[in-house]
Every structure is written in C-alpha cells, then in structure tokens.
C-alpha cells in the first residue's frame, strides 16, 4: 500500500479518535507519554544514517566533482524560498490585520522564552569547538550541526583516490544502504507513529481551546500556509526546473514527509521518509537525497520563517502597536534572516525565529511571547510542514541539476 494512502488514513483515524476520547485526560497523557517516545525512536533513526549515509554520500559527490551544483542549488533554493515566503503572511496581515489570541500562558514571564533562546544557541555555538567527535554522535539529538560537520569532513576524505581508502569507502557504502533499508522500513510503518503523534496534536489543541475559541486566527493560519504550499513553492519549483517537472507530483509522494512533520512539528522525524521517497519514488540518487535532506533541513526553514512572520505580527498588534507596510516588510525580511539559526532547537523553530526578530528589530513586548507555547505543536507543525515541503522540492531540484534524475514506475513507488 503507498504511503501517501497510509498516512492521510493516519490522520483521519486520529481525527476520528480525537472525537471519541476528546473528554477523556488519562487518554491524552498516555498519547503524550507515547508520541514523546515515537519521537525519541525518530531521532535515533535519523542518527546512523547521518554517520553513515551522509559521509558515503559526501565522499561519492567528492569523486565525481559534482559539489559545487548540489551546493549552489541548494543555497540559492533556501535563500529564495527563505526570503519570498515570508512575504506571503506580510500580505494577508497588511490586508486583514490580526490580533495573537489571549492563551493560557499569556501572563507568562518572557524570561522563560528568552533563556530558552539563549541557551539553545550557546550551546549549539560550545558543540561547534567539540573535542570527542563521538561525543557529538551521542548528544546529536540537539545537536545536529557539529556531527554534520564531523561526517562531512570523514566524507572528504573518505574520497577512494587510492587503493588503501578504496576499502574503506567500499565498506562505508555498505553501511549506508543498510541504513537506506532501514529508512524505509521507517517509511513503510511510520504511519503508526503518525497516528499518535496527530492524535497527540489534536487531543491538545481541544485541551487548550484557544485556536477552538478563536477560530479565524486559525484559519488565517491554514490560508497562509496551503498558500504557500499549493501555489507559491510549485511555481518557485517549477521556475528552477524550467517548467519541465511537475511540482505536485513531488508533493504528492513526498506526503509521508509532509505529515510527519506536520505531527510531530518536527522536520528531524521527517528525515528518513524524504530520503527514501526521494530515492525510489522520485527518482534520486542515494547520495544527492541524502546529502540534500540533511542540508536543507538545517537550514531551509523558510516555511518556518512564514509562519514566525504572522505571528510576530499578531503579537505586535495584540499588544497596541500600529505596523505600517514598511514596519511588516522589515519584520518579514528578519524572520527571513533569523530561520537561519532557527535548527539549534528542533520542534521550536516558531518560537526561536519569532524571539531572535523581535530582539533583532528591539521590539520588547514584555512577555507576551511566552504566548506562543500554548499553542506551539499547531503553529511550529505547519511551519515544520513548510519546511519538509521546501527540503522535498529541493532535493529533487538538486537531482535536476545534477542530471541524475530518473523516472520510477508506479508500481515500484514507495
């Protein structure tokens, strides 16, 4: 069965269960003890196949002297998505302005938020100077970036130029495709954690009522992002491949992805699932899905940044000020500017890019940014869907230019 069957069967079965135990709390904190733990069991997949796959695919692009397209095509992917995306909900908010929804945490101290911040970027920043490269391996739950920089300096030279590495590069690509089979043995059953992880978010956005109680701030929320979605990224996509790729055609299989970020508001769960439909169902080379997956996934998070743009917004206006087009503008451009250190905290991404271009901008709205936790698995959910749609598109625009790309058969689709 295709995974984009299995996995929107996922949400309307968690759809159907959120309604039949809506009322019931000892059945949402035992969908919140398991969907923690299926997400803890996503990260540890996503582990290996970054020591393993990451660094053979690093060391195959190497020996074939194709580093310098994948790189620029995915630079020039994020900057653009990252800058035009935002845009979108500077618009709407011009258009219909809107007002952040009183929460449950609204009274809350802003102190909490901005040492979150802190401490999230002084230590990602410590991790860089990482003295015990398997230290890093352990500890990469958190913190991605120092590991991807070990395993990309391994790829480097793990290059086969001689006969005494070509061993053990042989051996490293033999470790990477047990990953790949595990990424799609994670593919193939990741709608089970799927359902829980969505019944986790629906089950909590009832407990907390304010997206039920104010319904347009929602709703406002899903136009921003089926905008971008649907129209937007398809027509940036297609303009990258000369119209001669079918922008929702990667869409489509790339579902799994899509939703298990959406889920889990978490685009590192979502690794393992683009990697493999980007392999054998879009067509990509093992080491260009790869390599192009864990890049833009740090930082192509321009669908985050759209999503951190309204919501700055809403808090301004929630708390008396008057934006003018110029002012919105301004913002849109540094939540573009702050998503690039949104990965320091995976399942955050709303909240850091938001604090980061209020500070940037010195806009101080004493506290009220501690308002964004309340509902922060709906909002960093759609962002982290933006940005899986974004890393989707883009390793396919990498194999594009690459020329690597091919076409799969129905049936042998993921």
């Known amino acids: 069965m295709k995974t984009w069957f299995t996995y929107i069967a996922a949400f309307l079965f968690a759809a159907a269960s959120a309604f039949l135990f809506a009322d019931y709390e000892v059945v949402a904190n035992t969908v919140s003890y398991i969907s923690t733990y299926l997400l803890r069991i996503a990260t540890l997949v996503t582990i290996p196949i970054l020591v393993f796959s990451f660094t053979s695919a690093i060391a195959s692009i190497r020996k074939d002297k194709i580093g310098s397209i994948i790189s620029n095509s995915i630079a020039l992917w994020s900057v653009i998505t990252a800058i035009l995306l935002p845009l979108v909900p500077a618009l709407l908010f011009y258009l219909y302005p809107t007002a952040f929804p009183v929460t449950s945490s609204a009274g809350s101290s802003g102190n909490v938020v901005g040492s979150y911040v802190s401490y999230a970027l002084y230590s990602n920043l410590n991790a860089l100077g990482v003295s015990n490269p398997f230290n890093a391996i352990a500890t990469a739950s958190t913190i991605f970036l120092p590991l991807l920089i070990i395993c990309w300096i391994f790829g480097l030279f793990l290059n086969p130029s001689s006969d005494q590495i070509r061993p053990a590069y042989a051996v490293m690509n033999s470790f990477s495709e047990v990953m790949m089979k595990i990424a799609r043995f994670y593919t193939t059953f990741g709608y089970i954690i799927c359902y829980f992880t969505f019944l986790n978010l629906f089950l909590s956005t009832y407990t907390e009522k304010t997206l039920i109680v104010v319904p347009s701030f929602l709703l406002k929320l899903l136009a921003i992002t089926a905008f971008i979605l ?96 110029s002012t919105i503008i301004i913002i849109a451009l540094a939540s573009s500017l702050c998503s690039y250190l949104s990965f320091t905290s995976f399942g955050l991404e709303s909240v850091i890019i938001t604090y980061l271009t209020l500070s940037l901008l010195n806009i101080d709205l004493y506290g009220a940014e501690s308002a964004l936790l309340s509902i922060l698995m709906v909002t960093n959910g759609l962002g982290a869907m933006l940005d899986s749609a974004i890393c989707a598109l883009g390793c396919k625009i990498v194999s594009v230019k690459t020329k690597t790309d091919i076409e799969i058969p129905y049936k042998d689709y993921v």
Do not use: C, H
């Open 230 to 325: 649907l129209v937007l990224l398809p027509f940036l996509f297609s303009a990258f491949t000369k119209f001669k790729k079918n922008p929702y055609k990667v869409l489509l299989l790339s579902i799994s992805s899509l939703f298990m970020s959406l889920s889990t508001s978490n685009t590192v769960s979502a690794i393992a699932t683009n990697i493999t439909t980007s392999r054998l169902s879009l067509g990509e080379q093992k080491r260009t899905a790869v390599s192009s997956t864990f890049f833009l996934t740090l930082f192509a998070k321009g669908g985050s940044a759209a999503i951190s743009t309204f919501l700055s917004l809403t808090l301004i206006t929630a708390m008396g000020g008057i934006l003018d087009i």
